[in-house]
């Protein structure tokens, strides 16, 4: 079977939502050490930065802005303490215990997409993987037990560095296509919520020059209310603004368009 394309995918705000997750235990975490809770517009505003890709690194330094802006005489947390307040959030135990004693807010997430439309990709020659700075258990699980995906190509934390860097999503791509990239590659398109997604394909652009990628920035869901239609706006304007090829509300929406992404 010829391969049309190839089409990797972020997992946190794409394939599940982690508004209530991952975003909440950023929220808590922050609260837990300097007494101030940031709203998901001051989590946005810092992604948006395209640099915190990283949700413990992320949430370390609103709590060092926050105390700097105020001039708080309160002691930075380590790092470390960071990731074991988030752990026990996120998981509520130990992260490599099984994910039947996991009672944190990872069981609050929705799924944004069902089985059904990676069958649809298979059917129509389109070959897919995931790309996630999400911790290997996490992301397993949203894939394998939640989604039932059997053994799906999958780069997580630690397996590479952190996006904007390309290092990842180049090795995942380049396995799966089994093909040097140039011109005689198929295209490979990255599904992505945040400008660090989109950077992550600039840089490889840089890189492989004559390979055809293509950056597809996706609406996070926290943003699809009726109370958040400027600030929805806002945000894919500036997805727009960092190179994205393709906006879409929803990673259902490549249906519509995947004949246009892997045209002849």
């Given amino acids: 079977m010829q391969t049309k394309g190839l089409i990797l995918f972020d997992i946190d705000g794409v394939i599940r939502d982690v508004t209530n997750s991952y975003r909440l235990s950023v929220q808590k975490t922050v609260l837990k050490y300097c007494?101030?809770?940031?709203?998901?517009?001051?989590?946005?505003?810092?992604?948006?930065?395209?640099?915190?890709?990283?949700?413990?690194d992320l949430t370390l330094e609103l709590i060092k802005r926050f105390i700097n802006k105020n001039k708080l005489s309160l002691e930075v947390p380590s790092r470390d303490m960071i990731i074991n307040s988030f752990e026990k959030l996120y998981f509520g135990c130990n992260p490599n215990e099984s994910h039947m004693k996991w009672s944190g807010f990872i069981n609050n997430e929705t799924l944004l997409v069902n089985k059904k439309f990676f069958?649809?990709?298979?059917?129509?020659?389109?070959?897919?993987?995931?790309?996630?700075?999400?911790?290997?258990?996490?992301?397993?699980?949203?894939?394998?037990n939640r989604l039932r995906l059997n053994n799906p190509p999958l780069i997580a934390m630690n397996d590479a560095p952190d996006k904007p860097n390309p290092e990842g999503f180049l090795k995942l791509a380049n396995k799966l296509l089994e093909k040097e990239f140039g011109p005689n590659c198929p295209p490979v398109a990255y599904v992505g919520d945040t400008i660090a997604d989109i950077q992550t394909i600039i840089n490889a652009k840089e890189l492989y020059p004559s390979q055809r990628f293509i950056s597809i920035g996706v609406t996070p869901p926290h943003l699809k209310t009726a109370d958040n239609v400027q600030k929805q706006s806002q945000y894919e304007s500036k997805l727009k603004a960092a190179g994205a090829d393709f906006i879409i509300k929803s990673v259902i929406d490549l249906k519509k368009i995947h004949k246009e992404l892997f045209k002849e």
Avoid: H
């Fill in 35 to 56: 007494n101030w809770e940031p709203s998901t517009y001051d989590i946005d505003v810092l992604k948006n930065e395209g640099v915190w890709n990283n949700d413990w």
């Fill in 119 to 144: 069958d649809f990709l298979n059917l129509n020659k389109i070959k897919w993987g995931f790309v996630s700075g999400a911790e290997l258990p996490s992301a397993k699980f949203i894939l394998e």
